[in-house]
């Protein structure tokens, strides 16, 4: 069911990107094939500990932040020194190296949208912002100075529970805008970027706020790193920029990276009456849960109904879909394939943006929904980038009874699935993000006409 | 310990609290307000007395810094009172 409310428009992004010094210098790479993945000393140090040790990680030099570590207790990093002065300490002293970068994306997602402080400041504003994963950074050694090493609970300092909280990335950010509308975080593993800026849409379109700053964040974390790295689901065996190969033939795991993306949503009417420079349009979103019991697998039965969902009555079909690919086996298979089966084998082209930054978990949603402004704003395709050898043979699932999707191996999609970007009309872009328990999100954004 | 050498040991410690306005320290006293006169959040006031005791080797009793005033002598007083204790 697809409900009529008010069209909501983007007017600024903003956010934190592996080995980029700004949104600029990150569309550039992007689009000039650059992989932005790189061999992680962190993860090196670990010797035969760690399996994968590539990631899309940001430093905080790269940031010009400085950890202050704690006298009292053990590797844990107090607070943090922002060198630019953008951010005052008093709510440094708040955040974790996520809410650091969910509140320098939002500064300049405002700044780019053009908000008055009045705006901004307003009841009509909100704030919807999630992670993936916990402080995990500031828990991991507040509890083992307490637990291990057998400190007073004070040794930690005070600020472990507005550093570690879940919806932190929103609490800062609100805190340092002075908001006065809504602030909440939604959570959904990987599909979390994406649903906080769909849930942030709903808001404006219903009627609810007229302005939110919405996106998704996940701090650079060996903590959250080693959590998928047990899993044997990360990326090895490849240099660092061939690490990440969605739909490629050898692809083994995906590269677990960290980010930011921060977008300023506002509905559409009162953006065009001010004159705003409307970054895209969002067309619908659409979310959903496979229904089938699984916590990892990816379902196809999930996916299309996802699909129909979002397309609804009008069916308006898009120019590029942003999949989520992350470059693991089966999920890239049974993603391509519901795509296929909705929009059929050509008029269109696949974009998968992890292949050049790898998987930002609760970011990834956020950053790869800026790649698509991105995409319209420049009228590139971004690529499938290291997709060199398609599997021509059947997926073994393909090969089973109860398969109702296309009967053709990856690799007669060649057509679909770019190697390098290359430039098109792209009108309209559909996003696709799942996430572990079977969540599935879909988002529609188009040039204001 | 003196208490000015305790003083100074204090105003050492609140010269790592990145949110008190390091100006404000040039002219502590013992009548110095924590709250009042040097706006410090109150949340930092546990990390102030956690790092005095690592500073000047005492342990502080919970009822102790529960309560505890916020001006300078209600600190030096409690660490002397913590020292002669143990």
């Known amino acids: 069911m697809q409900l009529s409310g008010r069209k909501v428009a983007v007017v600024g992004m903003g956010g934190a990107f592996p080995d980029c010094t700004d949104i600029s210098d990150f569309s550039e790479k992007l689009f000039a094939g650059k992989s932005l993945i790189r061999e992680w000393d962190k993860a090196v140090a670990h010797g035969k500990n760690i399996r994968s040790v590539v990631s899309g990680?940001?430093?905080?030099?790269?940031?010009?932040?400085?950890?202050?570590?704690?006298t009292l207790a053990e590797d844990y990093p107090e607070t943090y020194i922002d060198k630019l002065e953008r951010i005052p300490?008093?709510?440094?002293?708040?955040?974790?190296?996520?809410?650091?970068?969910?509140?320098?994306?939002?500064?300049?997602?405002?700044?780019?949208?053009?908000?008055?402080?009045?705006?901004?400041?307003?009841?009509?504003t909100g704030v919807i912002i999630g992670s993936g994963g916990a402080g995990h950074v500031i828990l991991r050694s507040a509890w083992h100075n307490f637990f291990e090493l057998g400190k007073k609970t004070r040794m930690a300092g005070s600020h472990t529970v507005d550093r570690a909280m879940v919806y932190r990335d929103a609490a800062n950010v609100?805190?340092?805008?002075?908001?006065?509308?809504?602030?909440?975080?939604?959570?959904?593993?990987?599909?979390?970027?994406?649903?906080?800026?769909?849930?942030?849409?709903?808001?404006?379109?219903?009627?609810l706020q007229d302005r939110?700053?919405?996106?998704?964040?996940?701090?650079t974390s060996l903590e959250t790193f080693i959590g998928f790295d047990?899993?044997?689901?990360?990326?090895?065996?490849?240099?660092?920029?061939?690490?990440?190969?969605?739909?490629?033939?050898?692809?083994?795991?995906?590269?677990?990276?960290?980010?930011?993306?921060?977008?300023?949503?506002?509905?559409?009417?009162?953006?065009?009456?001010?004159?705003?420079?409307?970054l895209g349009v969002i067309d619908s979103y659409f979310n959903n849960s496979d229904g089938d019991g699984d916590m990892f697998y990816p379902s196809f039965a999930g996916q299309k109904r996802l699909w129909k969902g979002l397309l609804g009555d009008d069916g308006l079909k898009p120019d590029v879909v942003k999949v989520h690919g992350t470059s693991t086996p089966v999920g890239d298979a049974i993603e391509l394939l519901s795509v296929v089966d909705v929009m059929g084998e050509s008029g269109y082209h696949i974009s998968a943006p992890k292949s050049q930054f790898g998987h930002m978990l609760g970011a990834a949603g956020a950053v790869e929904f800026i790649t698509a402004l991105l995409m319209l704003k420049e009228q590139k395709v971004l690529p499938c980038l290291n997709s060199a050898?398609?599997?021509?043979?059947?997926?073994?699932?393909?090969?089973?009874a109860n398969w109702a999707g296309p009967i053709k191996p990856?690799?007669?999609?060649?057509?679909?699935?770019?190697?390098?970007?290359?430039?098109?009309?792209?009108?309209?872009?559909?996003?696709?993000?799942?996430?572990?328990?079977?969540t599935n999100s879909a988002m529609t954004v188009s040039k204001d006409a | 310990m003196e208490r000015q050498e305790i003083i100074d040991g204090l105003v050492e410690i609140l010269k790592t609290v990145r949110t008190i306005d390091q100006e404000k320290l040039k002219n502590v006293t013992e009548e110095t307000d924590f709250i009042a006169d040097l706006n410090t959040p109150s949340t930092e006031m546990i990390n102030i007395a956690a790092k005095a005791e690592q500073k000047f080797g005492v342990e502080f009793e919970d009822d102790d810094i529960d309560d505890l005033g916020s001006k300078v002598k209600d600190i030096v007083d409690l660490i002397i009172r913590t020292k002669e204790r143990e």
């Open chain 1, 57 to 70: 990680f940001i430093t905080e030099t790269e940031m010009n932040l400085e950890a202050i570590y704690s």
């Open chain 1, 89 to 124: 300490d008093a709510n440094l002293s708040t955040a974790d190296i996520g809410s650091i970068w969910s509140m320098l994306g939002s500064l300049d997602a405002i700044k780019m949208a053009g908000w008055t402080d009045g705006e901004t400041q307003s009841e009509n």
């Open chain 1, 174 to 207: 609100s805190c340092l805008i002075k908001n006065k509308g809504v602030c909440e975080s939604i959570g959904s593993a990987c599909a979390t970027g994406l649903g906080n800026i769909g849930y942030a849409y709903r808001l404006i379109k219903f009627g």
């Open chain 1, 212 to 219: 939110v700053i919405a996106g998704g964040v996940e701090g």
């Open chain 1, 230 to 278: 047990a899993m044997q689901v990360l990326s090895r065996g490849f240099s660092p920029q061939e690490s990440s190969r969605p739909f490629d033939a050898s692809r083994n795991g995906f590269v677990c990276s960290f980010g930011c993306g921060i977008v300023a949503l506002e509905e559409y009417e009162m953006a065009k009456a001010r004159g705003a420079n409307i």
């Open chain 1, 389 to 400: 050898k398609l599997n021509p043979e059947l997926e073994g699932f393909q090969k089973t």
């Open chain 1, 410 to 438: 990856i690799e007669a999609y060649r057509n679909l699935l770019p190697q390098q970007s290359f430039t098109k009309e792209i009108n309209r872009v559909t996003c696709l993000n799942y996430g572990f328990g079977g």
